[in-house]
């Protein structure tokens, strides 16, 4: 087997500053091309994980290690992550009022293009407009602030946006589909996966906490996170069996451990 | 009031200098008297020193006025455009005219036959003192600033190399703003225009003042003067847009009268220099009158920026609000100090006061010092100030899409300063204003 699109090993992880661990040896594997779905209850770490992937300075990671393609990311700035090809979709995203979505993205296009090779205006237009097309955004948009007084479906359709327009390897979407209503869940779903249509390899972990974005995106793997750690793994199958009995069973079984 | 004393940069500006530079000039009684006046009291008064609560945070004293070549003013002459000024014309938006001002000279000056047909009249200082020497005199003696400014004041009056004169009749709207540039090119020099803007009633003027220089290897000190008058329901748009390089000190005088339901914007733009003091006054004269006072700085290196504002409501019912917005980084400082003060009888005063700082660098510093006078009882009057640095949150957002530390700080100083530029209302010149900033923050 090739090597794995992404590969996490025994990760743990504290707030910056804090004792307790909030990941306490995570292990993952990615492969190009796969969608994987990562489920668990409120406040198991999967944000965290998501956070630590993309390399949010209010964490510390204090052992194991982050693999994506073969490199190890973890010495790597936030900025130099995202133009190696991760990105990720926020839970929570921030709202900068003053700053275009279109400026936005033209400077985060122009980041990863090399000096006087940045895209023109104009081509930037077309391919912003193409893609909000894609995710049936009014093309006003992009003249507003960034996240700036948009509605909780609107910030994650902004998300995708952004997400279609910078073209990662790996995408993570940490909740995308919560907040959105049935229409705008069909629309993201479907914007992921001509995506994925578009490059093959593109390999996606997504965060969620209801099955309904799994029939439109269908994971290769599920994933549940228990206190810090990767609980259980299993096919698609898995996201029926907790849609039905929830996370008790999981419990009883690592309080058993 | 704080009293001044004798500071250590007591003027050695040689008498002979003003007399070489008076000599030189056969100008109309409006200005040559007014010039020897100003001399003479500038001669009599002590320089602030860092004592006087106007100027703790700028010292004078490091300015060295005394080795300074002052500019003899020369009459105008007529010199076609120059590439530079070319440039940023070509980049610009619409206009009705042009000035440029070379260390206090007119060098050119040109109005649209349109705009000139309208009645608008652009001409030097010089022309206008000899054709309304009145209307020049007032405005000067209403322009008086503060006792702390009034030393710098009156060598600014008596060293005037030149300046402009804008005077739109009654009713008349200017459909496109005036581009003013004020051109230093000699370092070492010191300098002086004045901008005079004059509305008649319900009449339309808009102005943006461009300063410019290459970096000047030795002190360079350039002042500036603006006089600001809107008669009843008038409505102006000042823009000043300061790019100096560095090697400049730049000293400017602002002084904005709006008569009865007069509305009057002032924008400042502090970029350019290494130090660069901007005084700005607004005297709501008239009941209903509107003042809107806005500035932007963005200081690197070891630039100082000082701006020192007084909003002074003279009639009931008037409204004014100040937005000032400044982002520092490197060991760049900056310090804010305004004034809101009402006189007794101006009831149902609307005043309002903001300055807001965002610091890039530990070694960057901003002094913030907002004030209230009140004498009337029955007013609306708010003022405050934050100094802040950029939100984490924000920061990872825009670094999570690729966006470097330095590229992700400056996009925020761009959001931060957004708010203000919205402000301004002729869209040509919020154009040339964003690019300017643009420029100097680079991205
Ligand atoms: N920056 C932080 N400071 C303090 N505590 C934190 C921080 N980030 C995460 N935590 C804590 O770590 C735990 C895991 O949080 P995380 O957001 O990763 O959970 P989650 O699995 O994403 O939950 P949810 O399903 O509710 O989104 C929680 O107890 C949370 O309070
Ligand atoms: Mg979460």
Redesign the interface.
Known sequence: MSEPLLSIRGLRAKVDGEDGEILRGVDLDVQRGEVHALMGPNGSGKSTLAKVIAGHPAYEVTAGEILFEGEDVLELEPDERSRAGIFLAFQYPAEIPGVSIANFLRTAVNSRLGEGEEMDVFGFQRTLTEKMEMLRMDPGFAARYVNDGFSGGEKKRNEILQMAVLRPALGVLDETDSGLDIDALKVVASGVNRLSEADEALGVLLITHYKRILNYIRPDRVHVMMAGRIAESGGASLADKLEAEGYDWLHRAVAAV | MSTMTAGPAESTLAAADFDTLAGALTEPEALAGARAAAWERFTALPWPTKKSEEWRYTDLGKVGFEALTPVVPTPATAEALSADVREVLGRSGERAGVVVLREGRVAHLELEPEVARSGVVLSSIRDAADRHPEVLRRALLEAQPGPAEEKLWALHLALLGGGYFLYVPRGVEMPAPIHAFHIVERAGTLSSAHSFVYAESGARAAVIDEFLSDDLDAETVSLHGATITGEGDAGIEYVALQRFGRGVKRFSTQHVTAGRDARVVTFNVALGGDLSRADVTSRLDGPGSDSEMLALWFGDSDQHFDHHTLQHHAAPHAHSDLLFKGALTDAGSSVFRGLIRVDKGAQLTDAYQTNRNLLLSEGSHASALPNLEIEADDVRCSHGATIGQV????L??????????R??ER??V??????VLGRLPMEGVRARVREAIEEKIG?
């Open positions: 939100e984490d949150g924000q990872f957002y825009l670094m999570s899409r690729g966006l470097t530390r590229q992700a996009l925020l761009f959001g931060f300063f957004d708010e991205l």
